[in-house]
Nanobody, 123 residues
Framework: QVQLVESGGGLVQAGGSLRLSCAAS????????MGWFRQAPGKEREIVAG????????YYEDSVKGRFTISRDNAKNTVYLQMNSLKSEDTAVYYCAARGGVTGTSPSEYDFWGQGTQVTVSS
């Protein structure tokens, strides 16, 4: 069992940056692959980025490649999402999620979820 708490969301102008953090409880954080998802109003939840248990493998959805960076610090039980060059279409609620095993790209593959943090990009 792991509990996840996101932080770092907010309102930013287009072209700006935000860094999201997701703090996990428990002693087995390094046993979980982690993902960042987002959900905009009226749209399905989608993968933004994923990272393997060791951090050696990362995945990015095409629209964020080159702009977003996922990372993790297993000593601090935290996963991060650095978001640069933000666009209005990045506006959504962002969720972090954990799953045992390898990195996944579908929400249904993840077992534990945070409560979400709102990111709003003004144009």
């Amino acid at each position: 069992q792991v509990q996840l708490v996101e932080s770092g969301g907010g309102l930013v102008q287009a072209g700006g940056s935000l860094r999201l953090s997701c703090a996990a409880s428990g002693r087995t954080f390094s046993s979980y692959a982690m993902g960042w998802f987002r959900q905009a109003p009226g749209k399905e939840r989608e993968i933004v980025a994923g990272i393997s248990r060791s951090g050696g493998f990362t995945y990015y959805e095409d629209s964020v490649k080159g702009r977003f960076t996922i990372s993790r610090d297993n000593a601090k039980n935290t996963v991060y999402l650095q978001m640069n060059s933000l666009k209005s279409e990045d506006t959504a609620v962002y969720y972090c999620a954990a799953r045992g095993g390898v990195t996944g790209t579908s929400p249904s593959e993840y077992d534990f979820w945070g409560q979400g943090t709102q990111v709003t990009v003004s144009s």
